[in-house]
């Protein structure tokens, strides 16, 4: 029993060895940055009106449009992008075949547009359903900003463990992006807003 289990730690080291990681970099790529963008930038929105605005439901307006436009921004891009990949994947295929395509390894736009959208959606929902049951402001700002501190540290581990990248370095690179764009949103709009546009 012993022989068969030394046996099969020894073969799942070997696929581990020989796994090319680089092969995840694109799906997980584009899933990171999509549920990063939309935790990221839903926060970042609503941090910004919350600057100028403490009513609760104007924060979580703001919140909601800019999940349904970021969502929809991140799928028409990703289509875009993945339909150029494919043109001139296909395009290699006939040049080097004589015509001749195999579709089946060729990238999909629609699944890579629906795949963005939920993972931005995915990002998104965190700092609204934060904010959606907290009535008071200075606390409602803070949970918005531990609930996504939260998730950043989720993604940013998530993203290096499956890239098998460095986890610390990959924790604070993300920490740190989220926390300033929060951070300088909030100090814009308050600059701005406090000077009467």
Known sequence: MESNNNL????EKDQETTFDYSKRAQWLRAAVLGANDGLVSTASL?????????????????????????????AIGEFISVYSQYDIEVAQMKRESGGETKKEKLPSPTQAAIASALAFSLGAIVPLLAAAFVKEYEVRIGVIVAAVTLALVMFGWLGAVLGKAPVVKS???????????????????????????
């Open 8 to 11: 099969n730690l020894d073969m």
């Open 46 to 74: 609503m941090m910004g009106i919350g600057a100028v605005k403490q009513d609760v439901r104007i924060m979580l307006l703001t919140g909601f449009a800019g999940l349904v436009a970021g969502a929809c921004s991140m």
């Open 171 to 197: 924790l604070v690179r993300v920490l740190i992006g989220g926390w300033l764009a929060m951070a300088i949103t909030f100090g814009f709009t308050k600059l701005v807003g406090s000077h009467g546009l």
